[in-house]
């Protein structure tokens, strides 16, 4: 017998099955993307699940234990995927986790298309920073109408823009579970499938009762200019980067009727901010593009792609955030002032200007005497209150102090505590009245006697 040739022999093939080859090959199965090239393209971290459901593994065994080979990142380190909550920002583009995690997809499956799945290609285009929603929605109509094996969650609803599918023209809503579920089940035991409810597994959240809610033409216009946009992004098309300041300036002519500064003002963002974009400074975002567009009647995907020509015009402006009503008028501030004196009782001058919904100073600057009044008004009834809380603390200690004389005990901070559970701490109110209570005891007689 010759054990030490076949010994040898199967040590060399561990060997090599055991040392990873430089360039792996591609071993997953080669499962295609959902709606590459059209508005309904499929997510990144949707893929990915639906890779793991092909492979019957869960995402973080897919990740951690096939996906690693195919990269120099470690996916250790990121949070676990299953208890990860940034799949949003991750489909629609954060430099390191989208690429390394396309690439490794890539090698992986050894299917091209999957590398199309996120907007990468417009990372320095546009600044993609932000862009992605806070929540998971989905739009109730496109999963009721999906077959089980087409379930998949498209990359157009992580977009913090878009609020309603551009087919059903319906508002998207939370991905929630809407069961009643007593116990909410480990996030480590949940389905990882597009579609399919983590909470209580019920197919195309089912579990939720929905009122569809319409959308607005705007929504549904901003909806179809951001489809058309991942059609052509997953379809492969190749933007120059940066978006060109002249293309901005163009648009803000148009808006601004040769006025280009005037579009600031029309579309509802900064006139400084409008300048950067103009002048080079720093890359526009996509909510203050798709506001250009709207105002000028250019599709967002003509700007991206070449000279602008005009087409449907809509009227969708950039919300910056909520600013604080301005007061005009002093007649109309010292109404405020007085309706907001009828619903809260001695109030300082910033709860009045919080319930106004103005800054203190401008009640302070603006009606000196006024604010004057409230700060009085308001110091007086919180002395008056502290003045009443004295004169409980002091009545408590005393009652305790009898209580414990009863008892036959002494006063000390340790029986008060014990009897009452009151904490005579240094410089509270019940310190005082505690020291009192003390001093007399000592000068009791029978108390002396039995300190002698
Ligand atoms: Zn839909
Ligand atoms: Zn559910």
Not at 197 to 219: D, N, P
Not at 369 to 375: D, H, K, S, Y
Not at 407 to 419: D, H, I, P, Q, Y
């Given at each position: 017998?010759?054990?030490?040739?076949?010994?040898?022999a199967?040590?060399?093939?561990?060997?090599?099955?055991?040392?990873?080859a430089?360039e792996?090959?591609?071993?997953?199965?080669?499962?295609?993307?959902?709606?590459?090239?059209?508005g309904?393209?499929?997510?990144?971290?949707?893929?990915?699940?639906?890779?793991?459901?092909?492979?019957?593994?869960?995402?973080?065994?897919?990740?951690?234990?096939?996906?690693?080979?195919?990269?120099?990142?470690d996916?250790?380190?990121?949070?676990?995927?299953?208890?990860?909550?940034?799949?949003?920002?991750?489909?629609?583009?954060?430099?390191?986790?989208?690429?390394?995690?396309?690439?490794?997809?890539?090698?992986?499956?050894?299917?091209?298309?999957?590398?199309?799945?996120?907007?990468?290609?417009?990372?320095?285009?546009?600044?993609?920073?932000?862009?992605?929603?806070?929540r998971?929605?989905?739009?109730?109509?496109?999963?009721?109408?999906?077959?089980?094996?087409?379930?998949?969650?498209?990359?157009?609803?992580?977009?913090?823009?878009v609020?309603?599918?551009?087919?059903?023209?319906v508002?998207?809503?939370?991905?929630?579970?809407?069961?009643?579920?007593?116990?909410?089940?480990?996030?480590?035991?949940?389905?990882?499938?597009?579609?399919v409810?983590?909470?209580?597994?019920?197919?195309?959240?089912?579990?939720?009762?929905?009122?569809?809610?319409?959308?607005?033409?705007?929504?549904q216009?901003?909806?179809?200019?951001?489809?058309?946009?991942?059609?052509?992004?997953?379809?492969?098309?190749?933007?120059?980067?940066?978006?060109?300041p002249?293309?901005?300036?163009?648009?803000?002519?148009?808006?601004?009727?040769?006025?280009?500064?005037?579009?600031?003002?029309?579309?509802?963002?900064?006139?400084?901010?409008?300048?950067?974009?103009?002048?080079?400074?720093?890359?526009?975002?996509?909510?203050?593009?798709?506001?250009l567009?709207?105002?000028?009647?250019?599709?967002?995907?003509?700007?991206?792609?070449?000279?602008?020509?005009?087409?449907?015009r809509?009227?969708?402006?950039?919300?910056?955030?909520?600013?604080?009503?301005?007061?005009?008028?002093?007649?109309?501030?010292?109404?405020?002032?007085?309706?907001?004196l009828?619903?809260?009782?001695?109030?300082?001058?910033?709860?009045?200007?919080?319930?106004?919904?103005?800054?203190?100073?401008?009640?302070?600057?603006?009606?000196p005497?006024?604010?004057?009044?409230?700060?009085a008004?308001?110091?007086?009834?919180?002395?008056?209150?502290?003045?009443?809380?004295?004169?409980e603390?002091?009545?408590?200690?005393?009652?305790?102090?009898?209580?414990?004389?009863k008892?036959?005990?002494?006063?000390?901070?340790?029986?008060?505590?014990?009897?009452s559970?009151?904490?005579?701490?240094?410089?509270?109110?019940?310190?005082?009245?505690?020291?009192?209570?003390?001093?007399?005891?000592?000068?009791?007689?029978?108390?002396?006697?039995?300190?002698?």
């Open positions: 017998m010759n054990t030490d040739t076949t010994q040898s199967v040590s060399e093939d561990l060997r090599s099955s055991l040392t990873p430089r792996p090959v591609p071993v997953f199965y080669g499962l295609l993307p959902m709606g590459i090239g059209t309904d393209c499929e997510g990144l971290v949707s893929y990915l699940c639906r890779l793991a459901l092909a492979h019957c593994v869960s995402v973080d065994d897919l990740v951690n234990q096939g996906l690693a080979r195919y990269s120099t990142n996916f250790k380190i990121w949070r676990h995927f299953s208890t990860w909550m940034k799949d949003r920002a991750v489909d629609v583009f954060a430099k390191q986790r989208t690429l390394a995690l396309r690439d490794a997809l890539v090698a992986a499956t050894g299917i091209q298309a999957a590398g199309r799945l996120s907007l990468a290609s417009l990372d320095g285009v546009i600044d993609l920073a932000g862009m992605s929603s806070p998971l929605r989905h739009c109730p109509l496109c999963y009721q109408a999906a077959e089980f094996a087409q379930l998949h969650r498209p990359l157009l609803w992580d977009l913090k823009a609020s309603c599918c551009p087919v059903h023209a508002r998207l809503v939370n991905s929630e579970c809407g069961g009643e579920t007593l116990q909410r089940r480990p996030r480590w035991h949940r389905v990882h499938m597009p579609g409810c983590t909470e209580c597994g019920a197919i195309a959240y089912a579990c939720r009762a929905v009122s569809h809610v319409g959308a607005s033409l705007a929504e216009w901003v909806a179809r200019q951001s489809a058309t946009l991942i059609a052509a992004a997953s379809g492969g098309e190749k933007f120059d980067a940066p978006l060109a002249e293309r901005i300036r163009e648009l803000a002519t148009i808006v601004g009727d040769g006025f280009p500064f005037r579009a600031a003002a029309i579309c509802g963002f900064n006139k400084a901010r409008l300048y950067d974009w103009i002048h080079g400074v720093r890359l526009i975002k996509y909510a203050p593009l798709l506001a567009c709207a105002a000028s009647g250019v599709d967002v995907v003509d700007v991206l792609r070449r000279p602008s020509q005009c087409s449907e809509a009227n969708f402006r950039y919300e910056p955030h909520a600013r604080r009503t301005r007061i005009t008028s002093l007649d109309d501030l010292r109404e405020k002032i007085k309706s907001a009828a619903v809260l009782q001695d109030p300082s001058v910033a709860a009045v200007a919080a319930y106004i919904g103005c800054d203190r100073s401008t009640i302070s600057k603006r009606l005497e006024e604010a004057a009044m409230l700060t008004r308001w110091r007086s009834a919180r002395s008056a209150k502290t003045a009443a809380r004295r004169v603390a002091q009545a408590s200690i005393e009652s305790t102090a009898q209580s414990l004389k008892a036959g005990k002494s006063v000390t901070l340790r029986n008060v505590w014990l009897e559970g009151i904490c005579v701490s240094r410089g509270s109110r019940f310190e005082e009245p505690f020291r009192r209570v003390q001093a007399a005891q000592s000068d009791e007689p029978g108390h002396r006697d039995a300190l002698v």
